[in-house]
């Protein structure tokens, strides 16, 4: 099946450092990925989506200047968390899915943030 | 906006009974996701379902969309405690890019 790797797995560091997670598709091109935020025992919250090529369309409520996404190719979108803090501490989960709108998604394995 | 619940929230089953989940959608769906997220993992897709009445069998898991395309449900046979974790319906409505997760319902089977 498709797979998706999301790098890193954990992280921990110190408030106002900033992350950036990598979700590559390694045997698709993914046209469209899905930034996910999950709290614990709760359901994953869309925080934007990203095309390649183009700007990435943010949920409402999500700061589009604090969750930076780039999705330079068709094979790699990049999420920054900018100037992080402790409220951003959380499990972040890309998906990616190709060229047709109603296709399954494949999801990253997660990348668990912890902000001290 | 578009909301998508799922009940139970929690359910605790003995191995060997069955289990289902219901999913309602507050829009009208053009097709719904099934996946299951295990303890500590990440979601994996299970199935789509995109005619309104359909029903879906994979082995033990029987899903079923509504005839109205707002509802959907998922129901396991004779559960195994391999069948833990949380099951997420996702929706997906025309004109839109995305889906919409439920709120998902965990399943702890005892054995």
């Known amino acids: 099946g498709a797979v998706v790797s999301q790098h890193p797995s954990r992280v921990i560091c110190k408030s106002g450092t900033s992350v950036k997670i990598e979700c590559r598709s390694l045997?698709?091109?993914?046209?469209?990925m899905f930034w996910y935020r999950q709290f614990p025992k709760q359901s994953l919250m869309l925080m934007a989506t990203?095309?390649?090529?183009?700007?990435?369309?943010?949920e409402q409520g999500v700061e589009k200047d604090k969750f930076l996404i780039n999705h330079a190719s068709l094979t790699l979108s990049t999420l920054t968390v900018t100037s992080a803090h402790p409220e951003d501490s959380s499990f972040y989960i890309c998906?990616?899915?190709?060229?047709?709108?109603?296709?399954?998604?494949?999801f990253g394995d997660g990348t668990r943030l912890s902000i001290l | 906006g578009q909301q998508v619940m799922q009940i139970p929230q929690y359910q605790h089953v003995q191995e060997g009974e069955d289990f289902t989940t219901y999913c309602n959608s507050s829009?009208?769906?053009?097709?719904i996701q099934w996946y299951k997220q295990r303890p500590g993992g990440h979601p994996v897709f299970l199935i789509q379902?995109?005619?309104?009445?359909e029903v879906k069998k994979q082995k033990r898991l029987t899903f079923q969309f509504g005839e109205a395309k707002k509802n959907s449900s998922l129901h396991i046979t004779a559960t195994q405690t391999t069948d833990v974790g949380t099951y997420f319906c996702?929706?997906?409505?025309?004109?839109?890019?995305?889906?919409?997760f439920g709120t998902g319902t965990r399943l702890k089977v005892l054995a």
């Open positions: 829009t009208t769906l053009s097709n």
């Open positions: 990203s095309n390649e090529g183009s700007k990435a369309t943010y």
């Open positions: 045997d698709f091109q993914a046209t469209t």
């Open positions: 998906s990616a899915r190709g060229t047709v709108s109603n296709q399954p998604q494949h």
């Open positions: 996702a929706g997906h409505t025309s004109g839109t890019y995305k889906y919409i």
């Open positions: 379902l995109v005619k309104s009445g």
